[in-house]
């Protein structure tokens, strides 16, 4: 039983003296911080200017690629180099609708706080709640709402990644739209009327606005901020750098795609791949022999079936790791983690 193996399978307990420092990129200590991604990402000529073309346009980036060539990383390598604020990311799967990424009002739970704490609340939530449901036909809405309330509507509103990339005022978030391309089919066409017009209205706050006299709520963002909205109605004042990434699995209607700048990321050639395993693992110019063949490998293995990058990336770090396992641990660590993604790693 080799030295390197934490767990043993043998039913003893045992204490372990030392765990085991995690791969750079699965660091997710707060006090150690992962390395920036601005330093990891390796950005070719193509990138960087489909990347400054979508900045200077106030088009979003649709990013094509197969899994693991680093679409959702480019997001992050341009907020760390412009030194924005962090990614706000929207991950879609087929229920993923235009709503979600704007904002969610809790009605419900509204009633519910209120409810629990007793007195004027219930009666104030209710009556929001009336206005909101029936507009203009409700007198006694109109009474006593010069000042919110203890359960301001405010409070149970919070914007998506998409509204709250919507707020930014000096400089432009980050937006990662993950996999658009598992979205339903109305979504990409959804989407299009919002970066066209720059703007999204919260129709909750619109109707109750009629039977109040102040017209700014502030809302909570979904990065845990808030923002003040003036009439129900959020504007654009910086359109944010959208980054939305697909796997090829579709093809998006020709208005979407006009309206976008189109990028695809090829596959790292082998140069490319000893400058990623070089920058993730913080190797320097010199690498290993041992290294430099499972790099080649991993180069030829790719063309005959799908393989990822961090697969690469694993199987380095683990070569890397003290103890060592023995020779044929590792090639059957090596056998496993370099399995074509359409398989399960077993003969």
Aim: hydrophobic letters at 35%.
């Amino acid at each position: 039983m080799s030295d390197w193996q934490i767990f043993k399978g043998t039913k003893e307990s045992h204490s372990i003296e030392k765990w085991p420092e995690p791969p750079p990129w699965r660091n997710f200590n707060q006090q150690e911080p992962q390395k920036p991604a601005k330093e990891t990402f390796q950005a070719n000529e193509k990138v960087i200017n489909a990347v400054n073309m979508a900045i200077y346009l106030r088009r979003p980036l649709l990013v094509t690629g197969k899994p693991g060539t680093g679409k959702s990383s480019l997001a992050k390598a341009i907020a760390s180099e412009l030194e924005l604020r962090e990614v706000l990311h929207w991950p879609i799967n087929t229920r993923s609708t235009l709503q979600e990424g704007l904002y969610y009002y809790d009605a419900i739970a509204r009633l519910q706080d209120a409810q629990i704490n007793q007195g004027e609340g219930v009666k104030d939530a209710r009556l929001q709640d009336t206005q909101i449901n029936q507009g203009e036909g409700v007198k006694d809405a109109q009474l006593n709402q010069d000042k919110p309330n203890k359960f301001d509507i405010g409070d149970y509103i919070r914007l998506g990644p998409l509204g709250t990339a919507m707020c930014s005022k000096q400089y432009p978030r980050v937006l990662l739209i993950d996999e658009i391309d598992k979205s339903d089919i109305d979504l990409p066409n959804d989407l299009l009327n919002i970066f066209e017009e720059g703007y999204f209205v919260i129709e909750e706050l619109q109707r109750l606005k009629k039977h109040q006299k102040y017209h700014t709520v502030t809302v909570q963002t979904s990065d845990g901020q808030t923002h003040e909205v003036v009439d129900g109605r959020i504007t654009c004042e910086q359109f944010p750098i959208i980054i939305m990434t697909s796997n090829g699995e579709r093809e998006f209607p020709l208005p979407f795609k006009r309206r976008c700048i189109q990028l695809e990321i090829k596959e790292p050639n082998k140069e490319e791949l000893i400058k990623i395993v070089k920058a993730h693992l913080e190797l320097g110019d010199d690498l290993t022999q041992e290294i430099e063949t499972q790099i080649q490998k991993f180069y030829e293995k790719r063309e005959k079936g799908p393989l990822a990058t961090d697969q690469l990336l694993n199987v380095v770090f683990m070569l890397m790791n003290k103890p060592l396992p023995n020779a044929k641990e590792k090639e059957a660590i090596i056998e496993r983690l370099m399995a074509y993604l359409n398989s399960t790693g077993e003969k």
